[in-house]
């Protein structure tokens, strides 16, 4: 069994020289709860329009006029999507991705 000053010795040996952020990572995901699951479920709907059509991140960048990097972050599901970026998707994929209803 080690010591304290063993696991401690250990622990200090083995920790990372980066700071975490699991605290404001979680902070954030608090903050934004109320759009991270429809930006996750539109995430997930393109990610699956993009595989139908075998459609690579820049084949859509260039489709919607935006970064394969932009269509990185959207495709994490983290992304606070206009309805103008919304409408960009549903014409370069095709498909619906608002399922809305007017009377």
């Keep these: 069994m080690k010591t304290a000053e ?11 020289p980066t700071p975490s952020k699991w605290r404001e990572e979680a902070e954030w995901r608090r903050a934004n709860k109320a759009w991270l699951p429809y930006s996750r479920k539109i995430a997930i709907k393109t990610a699956m329009a993009m595989k139908r059509q075998d459609l ?34 549903e014409n370069a994929l095709n498909v619906p991705i608002l399922q809305y209803e007017f009377t």
């Design 56 to 89: 690579t991140r820049s084949d859509l960048a260039t489709r919607m006029g935006c970064s394969p990097q932009y269509i990185s972050r959207l495709l994490k599901g983290e992304e606070n999507l206009s309805l103008e970026t919304i409408c960009k998707l």
């Design 6 to 16: 063993e696991q401690i010795a250990f622990l200090e040996a083995h920790s990372s």
